[in-house]
């Protein structure tokens, strides 16, 4: 195969911000030169054509098993690549969920031309009181832990979770969430809140357990990723906690960089999301910890639901959005005037690796090629029936964007945009 | 010569119309309620028009109020009242009120438990909508026959001082109080102990206070709102004993300060916990006028949003 006039994102590579043509043959990169000539494979030429290596999702939500009228792993997969990520972490919140070494082959087995890596349950059961089987689990292939949208609410769990772990050097993630202040709250706590008459979400929910999690991790020196952060005191206690040595990491969803508590204000229930859409000034402070590296990758915050928990009155709507497959295309129309293209892509690919202490590939002759194809000028709408998601829970239907996956290869297989 | 039309087909909250609608609103009402003066109080205004009163959750006042405000402008009406936890467990709330405008309903009055229930509703039918009371959200027609009673007594509204004592925090009256009288220019204070107060509050343009006595010697009207134990899944308040104690408004109270203030509460009241009988029963209170102006402005708002179909 051969992708022609292809601009190459990648850190690591001799040819980075260069135009050049690309030959691929049975996974492997042959060829990188400015012109390569025509072979009788398939020829890839698309306007303004970036590639990078492959992106990475640190945390999508699957349907499968359980609730596989949300996602199965087959449509999971295809999200992810029509998202352009040639690799998904998956939250274990499934039923039952991820918690044995069994458990852990099913996801693992689900890879495709998509890596799917397991992130396993940190409590039993992912009911917050119990050790699972932590080591068995990371020798079945899990890459990390966590009780992943079930925060941990217990000091003593998440201090024996961040012990244990030791052992093998084992990565545990928190979503800092205390069920007790964020009692009832359906959005953030504000003016929008206030205004609507629900029970607000307090930055105190997020920070206090932050604040916790943080002095965990000084007691135990173990290894924290905190997901999904949105407020200004989280960037801060983060900023904080790298510049004294700990080994933390951060991760804040696309949605809490582009929308504001102001979303909810019509009682548009895809817009009810965890962490909540914040004030501005929060995501002013989050822009910036993305660009100074306190944050170190953006995630998709990926939660497929039906209708039926979401066409309803917001109060009993569940919370979530999908996100895969507008990640990319959200970033590229509302923040390119914030980052350069190589910011943006490294907080998809290489850093979220690092983070899950994945190898990172490269684009250079020799090397398997696990890619992405992108172009930052193509603009589309989305289109319900272009969703793959099994789950259309999206306030973006109908939205034009100014940039698109065009598609991925990966592990010798490809899969590009049906106009490709 | 104001505006004779409403800028809007339903009543979703306060916060969604306009001042020139209160006004409007207001001087209809006026009409109406020299119409419910008269020996007989009914007037064909509404006679083609079907009203369906959906109450997924108890009421008394509210619901007659709007079923006499209805009949009394000669409109059809069907009732249907249910508690939600039994509609919740089956139908939805949009294949209820579908399968309800099939038979071929123009109008919504809905109470609900859910804040945006209205709004939601407005979103998939096409009907008109009034919201009578979402939740801890908004219940504008309160707010409105509130206003209304305040006007009577005092005229114009601006510059006056209302302030709202009691369970802030899951009060849908005190919202929409709020977003009413701002819009008509008044002053407006919340009072009650803090863990009722929303913390944000302030950022709608009202003073906030923990003292009642402070909050009387300031106000020109005190609005006590009802203190709802029934809303509350945990205990904000130590007990009602301490609330009355701190919390409550009784004569002595009142007398201290020397001034005459109006009394109101949208019921029904707790008597003994936050307002005494002596004050309830005194000629500072106007808690009676307010029942009788609510089927006047619910009457005015029927007849402005029939007109919107």
Request: glycine fraction near 6%.
């Amino acid at each position: 195969m051969l992708l022609k006039n292809v601009v190459v994102i990648d850190k690591n590579s001799p040819h980075n911000g260069k135009k050049r043509d690309v030959l691929i043959e049975k996974g492997i990169i042959q060829q990188i030169a400015s012109k390569i000539k025509e072979t009788k494979g398939k020829i890839v030429d698309v306007k303004n054509a970036h590639v990078s290596i492959g992106w990475l999702d640190i945390g999508v939500q699957s349907g499968e098993p359980g609730y596989e009228h949300r996602e199965t792993f087959q449509t999971l997969t295809a999200a992810a690549a029509a998202g352009g990520y040639t690799g998904i972490a998956v939250l274990p919140n499934t039923n039952p969920p991820i918690q044995t070494k069994t458990d852990v082959l099913f996801v693992k087995s689900q890879s495709n031309i998509v890596d799917v890596y397991p992130i396993g349950v940190v409590s039993k059961n992912n009911a917050g009181k119990d050790l699972a089987e932590l080591y068995d689990m990371k020798n079945a292939g899990c890459v990390a832990f966590s009780d992943g949208q079930r925060s941990i609410q217990s000091s003593g769990l998440m201090k024996r979770g961040l012990e244990y772990l030791k052992t093998f050097n084992g990565l545990l993630i928190n979503y800092p969430h205390d069920h007790e202040l964020a009692k009832d709250g359906q959005v953030n706590e504000g003016k929008v809140s206030t205004s609507l008459g629900m029970k607000g979400i307090p930055n105190l929910a997020e920070e206090s357990m932050l604040k916790r999690d943080l002095d965990l991790l000084a007691y135990t020196q173990s290894k924290l990723h905190v997901h999904n952060v949105s407020t200004e005191g989280s960037v801060k206690l983060i900023r904080e906690a790298k510049k004294q040595g700990l080994k933390v990491t951060a991760s804040v969803p696309v949605f809490n960089l582009i929308f504001n508590q102001e979303a909810v204000a019509t009682f548009n229930t895809n817009y009810k999301v965890l962490p909540p859409l914040r004030q501005p000034s929060d995501i002013k402070a989050l822009l910036k910890g993305l660009k100074d590296g306190t944050i170190d990758c953006i995630s998709t915050n990926h939660t497929p639901l039906e209708d039926e928990v979401k066409k309803l009155e917001f109060l009993y709507a569940d919370f979530g959005t999908i996100g895969l497959e507008t990640t990319f295309a959200l970033l590229n129309t509302h923040l390119s005037k914030f980052y350069a293209l190589p910011t943006l892509i490294e907080k998809l690919t290489s850093l979220p690796r690092k983070v899950l202490g994945l190898p990172i590939p490269s684009i250079k002759e020799g090397m398997d090629a696990n890619l992405t194809l992108f172009s930052n000028q193509l603009e589309w709408t989305l289109e319900k029936q272009d969703i793959y998601s099994k789950s259309k829970n999206t306030p973006l239907l109908g939205e034009k964007f100014i940039g698109r996956v065009v598609g991925i290869i990966n592990k010798d297989q490809h899969w590009f945009l049906p106009s490709v | 010569m104001g505006a004779t039309q409403l800028s809007t087909k339903h009543l979703l909250g306060i916060k969604y119309i306009t001042k020139e609608d209160i006004q409007l609103i207001f001087e209809t009402a006026d009409n109406f309620k020299e119409v419910i003066n008269r020996p007989i109080k009914k007037v064909p205004s509404l006679r083609d028009v079907t009203i369906a009163n959906l109450f997924f959750e108890n009421s008394t006042r509210t619901r007659i109020s709007f079923e006499l405000a209805e009949k009394r402008l000669s409109a059809d009406v069907v009732n249907f009242s249910a508690s939600s936890s039994s509609v919740k467990k089956g139908e939805t709330l949009l294949d209820t009120v579908n399968n309800i405008l099939s038979m071929k309903v123009d109008m919504v009055v809905m109470r609900h438990p859910a804040p945006g229930a209205p709004s939601f509703l407005a979103q998939h039918i096409d009907a008109n909508i009034i919201n009578a009371g979402d939740g801890t959200h908004e219940h504008p027609t309160q707010a409105l026959l509130d206003a209304f009673s305040m006007r009577e007594q005092l005229g114009d509204l601006e510059g006056k001082r209302i302030a709202i004592f009691g369970d802030i925090l899951h009060s849908r009256v005190a919202l929409s109080n709020i977003f009413c009288l701002k819009k008509l220019g008044a002053e407006v204070m919340v009072c009650g102990p803090p863990t009722l107060i929303p913390k944000h509050i302030g950022e709608l343009g009202v003073e906030v206070s923990y003292n009642v006595k402070e909050a009387l010697k300031w106000c020109d009207v005190a609005n006590v709102l009802r203190i709802q134990l029934e809303r509350q899944d945990i205990k904000y308040i130590p007990s009602i004993r301490e609330y009355t104690q701190y919390f409550g408004i009784n004569k002595a109270l009142l007398d201290s300060l020397n001034k005459k203030i109006i009394i109101m509460h949208p019921g029904p009241i707790n008597r003994g916990v936050e307002l005494s009988s002596d004050v309830a029963d005194s000629e500072h209170s106007i808690i009676l006028q307010q029942v009788e102006n609510g089927v006047a402005v619910r009457m005015a708002i029927l007849f402005l949003l029939a007109d919107k179909r």
